[in-house]
């Protein structure tokens, strides 16, 4: 059963107004509780057994929601930022109001998976450095990608920083001539989400990243028609997918 909670919460965690506005909503008899107008905004609720609504439309509830997002470039993973658009001001009204956050970030010009959720909890499972929660990526990469990247890839990459990362699994998909030389179209799975990774270790190896696309994470794989600068909330098989998730090690 659904936690009790306070009317003006309710409303305002589905995005119709401020604490205070809603105050002033419910005085003027805008809110019927079970079809009864209430004056009350501190009324005291259970979700699941009454009907609330605003202006004669119901409001649906949600403790909790989970968004799929298919990230833009150009775009920051954060909640607010003084100078750029972020996720969360590509979200409707309503989902900003209840309060989601990244899960994780992509880079600014890194496009692809990325999911935004209210849920503390499971943000932290999926997040937890402990839980090594592998993240796929497509990549455009300058340079050659060969056997032997694809063995160093698999040892171990030592970063600029001495850092040497876990085991990943590097495919080439193809490789094609340019004008500016080979490009390789490959598919990197890391076990962890060190700061710039995937171009780190690339540039580890004498390669450039030059597109990076997250495509999964953990169990979770994005939408093949979800457009970039889009979203949707996840369906009940996938957070369940989610939710049940253990770590497989990494072959």
């Known amino acids: 059963m659904a936690a009790k909670i306070r009317l003006d919460k309710l409303l305002s965690h589905t995005g119709n107004g401020t604490r205070s506005e809603i105050k002033k909503f419910v005085k003027q008899g805008l809110v019927t509780v079970n079809g009864a107008v209430v004056k009350d905004s ?3 609720i259970n979700p ?6 605003f202006e004669g439309r119901q409001v649906n509830y949600r403790e909790f ?3 799929m997002m298919n990230k833009p470039a150009g775009v920051v993973s954060a909640t607010e930022d003084r100078k750029d658009e972020t996720v969360v ?6 989902d900003q109001a209840i309060q989601p956050f990244p899960v994780g970030r992509l880079d600014k ?3 692809g998976l990325l999911l935004l959720t209210n849920d503390g909890q ?3 499972e999926l997040l937890s450095p402990r839980k090594h929660v592998p993240k796929t990526y497509e990549a455009v990469v300058r340079g050659k990608v060969g056997r032997a990247d694809q063995d160093q ?6 970063l600029d920083d001495g850092y040497v990362t876990m085991p990943a699994r590097l495919n080439v998909r193809s490789q094609e001539q340019t004008d500016e030389g080979v490009m390789s179209m490959i598919t990197l799975t890391i076990m962890e989400g060190k700061f710039h990774q995937v171009k780190r270790m690339f540039e580890a190896v004498g390669k450039q990243v030059v597109h990076l696309k997250r495509v999964a994470m953990g169990p979770l794989a994005l939408d093949p028609e979800l457009e970039e600068g889009s979203y949707r909330e996840l369906t009940e098989g996938e957070l369940e997918l989610l939710r049940t998730y253990r770590r497989t090690d990494l072959q």
């Open 42 to 44: 501190g009324m005291i």
């Open 48 to 53: 699941e057994l009454h009907e609330v609504r």
């Open 65 to 67: 929601a989970y968004f």
């Open 89 to 94: 001001d590509l979200l409707e009204n309503e």
């Open 109 to 111: 010009d890194t496009v």
């Open 122 to 124: 499971l943000a932290h």
């Open 153 to 158: 890839f698999t040892a171990g990459v030592e």
